[in-house]
């Protein structure tokens, strides 16, 4: 079996594209991302990694502090965020 | 008594002073004037109450809205609240020195309209002369400052042939997003309605054109078909009092910019009553909420919480009564107004000309 390939790579720095931003909606308690004229939900582990995208910071470095942080193996949490990430990527949402 | 969801998108009708005078304008046929216009303090206010609500985003229109001077100044409340803002202007206002204080004050989007590609049917439908140029100019401007931008185009029996054309220009132009939206049937649309609806013909021309641009990929594009040819209403404004607030130049709070047609209610204004208490409570947006209020067709329809008995102020310029099923769906007693609809009429009537 082989791994899916993502755009995007754990030496990568991403951060938000211009027009797109994380942000929590209080009145609802959800997290949401806000982009042109839509703003969609983001559930899950998905806002907690997406608060770490600064433009500075690689991927890799992210799902390590992540795996730190939820006591979970590596492996599964590179999994999620580059799956997330390259999804977002090919949105334009992000970008590298 | 459980609360209404909260409204998640603001259409801040800054003014309806506007240097264009285009034939399908979305303002209302009695348009208010200056010094009826709110004023900074009380916007500011608005947007106060309105993020406090749930609103996630505002769209500063008109008019004009950079005929405005305060809307820079407002662009930075929005910014302030969190709330995402949303320029909608025809960009003739706009210059390199005026768009550079909006980008610092955080405005996060610009949409831009267009009437035409061509000079000649530009100005045919805007009225001012130059205006093309200023437009493309204003385009490349934006492009410049890393904005993103969608082009907004609105389409009609005069231009609808050159929707390639209008995917080119935005291309050319690097915009992220295009709006192809076909004229909407109320006000001033409705007025030249015989002079702007396209045939079936040209529709089906138009959306081919759209499907075979998405094909191409690379632009994101937001298409608006005309619903005079569709069978089934459009679920218009995502539901009366669910997702949506506009607020006039004067400050009357309304569930659809269209909505002062409505007889026989009070339009309240943010000069007296909280956008809270407006939204939640006030007569005008729990009149069409929900399916309460539903007559047969809709009561009994499947589609009922979907298209939401489509839109109130169709129903109510064609069929005389607002609560009637929106017309335009083929079960409605009154589809057949619908159905006549279109002449060949050529002559518009202009606002402000």
């Known amino acids: 079996m ?15 594209a211009r027009g797109h931003r994380l942000q929590h909606d209080r009145v609802r308690d959800v997290w949401i991302v806000q982009a042109p004229e839509k703003a969609f939900v983001v559930e899950g582990a998905a806002p907690h990694i997406l608060r ?3 433009g500075k910071r690689s991927v ?28 977002l990527t090919e949105k334009n949402v992000l970008h590298i | 008594m459980t609360l209404p969801s909260p409204p998640m998108s603001l259409l801040a009708e800054l003014t309806h002073r506007c240097p264009l005078s285009c034939p399908y304008c979305s303002n209302p046929l009695e348009l208010e004037r200056k010094a009826a216009e709110l ?8 947007l106060e109450q309105a993020a406090e609500l749930g609103v996630l985003q505002v769209h500063f229109s008109g008019g004009e809205p950079m005929a405005r001077p305060d809307l820079v100044e407002l662009v930075s409340v929005a ?59 204003a385009a490349r401007l934006i492009r410049a400052s890393g904005i993103p931008m969608t082009l907004n185009f609105v389409v009609h029996r005069e231009n609808v042939a050159r929707i390639p054309e209008m995917f080119a220009l935005a291309r050319e132009l690097g915009a992220g997003r295009v709006e192809i939206a076909h004229t909407q049937y109320y006000g001033w649309g409705l007025k030249n309605r015989d002079a702007l609806l396209p045939s079936r013909e040209q529709l089906e021309e138009s959306t081919r054109a759209v499907e075979a641009e998405r094909a191409k990929g690379g632009l994101s594009i937001d298409y608006v078909t005309p619903d005079y040819h569709a069978d089934r209403p459009k679920p218009c404004m995502g539901g009366w009092g669910q997702r949506f607030v506009n607020v006039t130049p004067s400050g009357r709070v309304l569930p659809c910019h269209a909505a002062e047609i409505i007889p026989d209610v009070s339009f309240p204004n943010v000069k ?20 309460d209020w539903m007559p047969e067709p809709c009561r009994s329809c499947e589609r009922k919480e979907r298209d939401w008995g489509g839109c109130r102020c169709q129903a109510l310029a064609l069929t005389g009564n607002a609560a009637n099923t929106d017309p335009v769906c083929s079960l409605s007693p009154f589809h057949n107004l619908v159905e006549q609809a279109g002449s060949q009429k050529t002559e518009f009537v202009y606002r402000g000309r």
């Open chain 2, 39 to 46: 004023d900074t303090a009380t916007w500011t206010a608005v």
């Open chain 2, 272 to 291: 007296d009553v909280t956008l809270s208490e407006i939204w939640n409570i006030s007569p005008l947006f729990n009149m069409f909420r929900g399916t």
């Open chain 2, 79 to 137: 910014r302030r609240l969190n709330l995402y803002s949303n320029l909608i202007t025809s960009g003739v206002l706009l210059d390199e020195p005026k768009l550079e204080v909006l980008d610092r004050a955080g405005l996060d989007h610009i949409q831009l309209s267009f009437q035409d590609v061509t000079e000649a049917g530009a100005e045919r439908i805007g009225g001012l002369k130059g205006a093309q140029a200023r437009k493309v100019a």
């Open chain 1, 60 to 87: 890799g470095d992210i799902i390590q502090q992540l795996a730190i942080e939820f006591s979970a193996p590596r492996e599964v949490i590179a999994k999620d965020v580059l799956a997330l990430l390259s999804e």
């Open chain 1, 52 to 54: 770490l995208l600064d």
């Open chain 1, 2 to 16: 082989t791994d899916v390939q993502h755009v995007v790579v754990e030496g990568a720095a991403l951060s938000f």
